[in-house]
């Protein structure tokens, strides 16, 4: 029904700064909100950002102030901007999308992951 393109993940130095995107496309009538968790191994799935598409944000307390959220409504695309990365911030990123497909039911999605992995 939907695909969530990943992209951006990678090894970078603690201290320094990635950005994620991921872009919907598929049988979507509209999109309520799109962001991105993580998982880190041997932790639960965790909420990193998230944004509607009114711009209204939500971000996981270890994020704030170091992470941002944005989007492009028209391309159905989110970016999340991660600057000051910690080695904890080390973990699989997983693209979420809230969205109405195009027989006007309501879904969830969730892309394959990409990992990101901070050295110290």
């Known amino acids: 029904q939907v695909q969530l393109a990943e992209s951006g993940g990678g090894l970078v130095q603690a201290g320094g700064s990635l950005r994620l995107s991921c872009a919907a496309s598929g049988s979507i009538f509209s999109i309520a909100a799109m962001g991105w968790y993580r998982q880190a191994p041997g932790k639960r799935r965790e909420l990193v950002a998230t944004?509607?598409?009114?711009?209204?944000?939500d971000f996981g307390t270890s994020v704030k102030g170091r992470f941002t959220i944005s989007r492009d409504n028209a391309k159905n695309t989110v970016h999340l901007q991660m600057n000051s990365l910690k080695p904890e911030d080390t973990a699989v990123y997983y693209c979420?999308?809230?969205?109405?497909?195009?027989?006007?039911?309501?879904?969830?999605?969730w892309g394959q992951g990409t990992q990101v992995t901070v050295s110290s």
């Open positions: 979420n999308a809230d969205y109405t497909g195009v027989d006007l039911s309501r879904y969830r999605d």
């Open positions: 944004i509607s598409s009114g711009g209204v944000t």
